[in-house]
């Protein structure tokens, strides 16, 4: 889950052993396919010009199914089950999102009340899947108050913010959303009611990308099918290079690199590993490449034009010093030392901001030239740094 310029840190003599090696199952695909529509909802409201406004609702209005999508998939690794009862939970989940993602374009409207009580459904979908783990047996026991006030309350709360007027209904969701985080920072792993399975956990997270990585392609083959020009075909083949690249960098060293430092920690470590990583640190890394599928869109069907909105290169460029920045932050998180990180993550982020200081002037197919040049030249140091630890072996 972040690119590893440096060598993972040693596993620690007193890590525990992994448990089995376990794969998504049928369900947690099919649950997948209702982040597409969530997806393609969110990066629609960011073609064109979009300003502050919307980058703001895109944003907020991304972070509860993300939230939601992030707590499931964490139920899920720990209680492994295929009975009739949670299939029956996971297809309600499914409904509540799928509620959420048709409320998306007017979720700042009239159909803010729809998806409040979607995502109020989501979290009584939690509590069925937690509630069981309150008769497990010591030391395995979740203390009841936590799925009482962290599920059920908060969902209680979600329904009944559906007859609060706007403005105030906004700010009750994120004062909501940042109880739910307060209470999950303070657990601290206590209470988990067993080993976190690492190999599915990063699994899961890299399936998530390639949601929104082929939103992205997605995105460039309709934008090209509405602007069939040699221009936007220009660079819609450069907007491919630029997603190849980052899927190659992330998929060859960043969940790698995760699977490794996850695996040699500790049961409680592991955990708290996995909900910074993959709860609140990916949701910058998979928002950054929502808002470059936006940007890229608008590349292709701008293509004509002497240079794009300014708004169209903050989602793209922008998004890529997102994407950059979120895997720096991920790598501190994972122990590697401040000056290692910079090295990459310093030109990551200024590159695509110096793009951004040029939108007045550079043509569409340049930025995305550009951008792409960046994503290729980060993958190739990614190679070299790699190959250049192999024979120490330190991989």
Request: with cysteine; aromatic share 10%; charged share 15%.
């Amino acid at each position: 889950m972040s690119t590893p310029h440096t060598p993972a840190p040693l596993p620690s003599p007193t890590s525990e052993p992994e448990p089995e090696p376990r794969h998504a199952g049928w369900l947690e695909l099919f649950f997948d396919l209702v982040f597409v529509a969530v997806v393609a909802q969110l990066s629609h409201g960011l073609h064109g010009d979009p300003g502050w406004r919307e980058f703001g609702v895109f944003l907020g209005l991304y972070f509860p199914p993300w939230w939601m999508w992030a707590n499931l998939t964490v139920s899920a690794n720990l209680f492994q089950d295929d009975s009739a009862r949670r299939r029956v939970v996971m297809l309600t989940a499914m409904l509540c999102l799928a509620v959420m993602a048709a409320a998306v374009p007017e979720a700042d409207g009239d159909r803010a009340p729809a998806y409040a009580l979607g995502y109020a459904g989501t979290r009584l979908v939690l509590l069925a899947l937690w509630w069981p783990a309150t008769r497990f047996p010591a030391p395995r026991t979740l203390p009841r108050w936590r799925p009482l006030t962290y599920c059920l309350l908060s969902g209680l709360l979600w329904a009944g913010s559906a007859a609060v007027p706007a403005p105030w209904r906004y700010g009750m969701w994120a004062v909501l959303l940042l109880a739910e985080m307060v209470l999950l920072l303070t657990a601290r792993g206590r209470g988990i009611p067993g080993r976190v399975h690492t190999g599915h956990l990063v699994e899961r997270v890299g399936l998530f990308v390639i949601i929104v990585l082929g939103e992205s392609v997605l995105a460039l083959i309709t934008a090209t099918d509405h602007t069939w020009t040699a221009r936007a075909g220009i660079v819609a083949v450069l907007g491919f290079v630029l997603l190849a690249a980052l899927w190659w960098s992330y998929f060859d060293f960043a969940s790698t690199a995760a699977e490794r430092v996850m695996g040699t920690a500790g049961t409680r470590e592991a955990y708290l590993l996995a909900r910074d990583v993959g709860g609140f640190l990916h949701f910058f890394v998979t928002a950054a490449v929502i808002s470059m599928a936006a940007g890229l869109a608008t590349a292709v069907e701008e293509s004509s034009h002497d240079h794009l909105a300014r708004g169209a290169v903050w989602a793209l460029a922008g998004g890529l010093a997102v994407y950059h920045g979120a895997h720096a932050l991920i790598a501190l998180r994972f122990g590697r030392r401040l000056r290692e990180v910079a090295v990459w993550a310093v030109p990551g982020i200024a590159v695509p901001l110096l793009v951004v200081l040029g939108a007045d002037v550079l043509a569409p197919w340049f930025v995305v030239l550009l951008l792409a040049a960046e994503a290729i030249a980060h993958l190739l140091y990614a190679k070299a740094a790699l190959s250049r630890r192999t024979p120490a072996g330190t991989t």
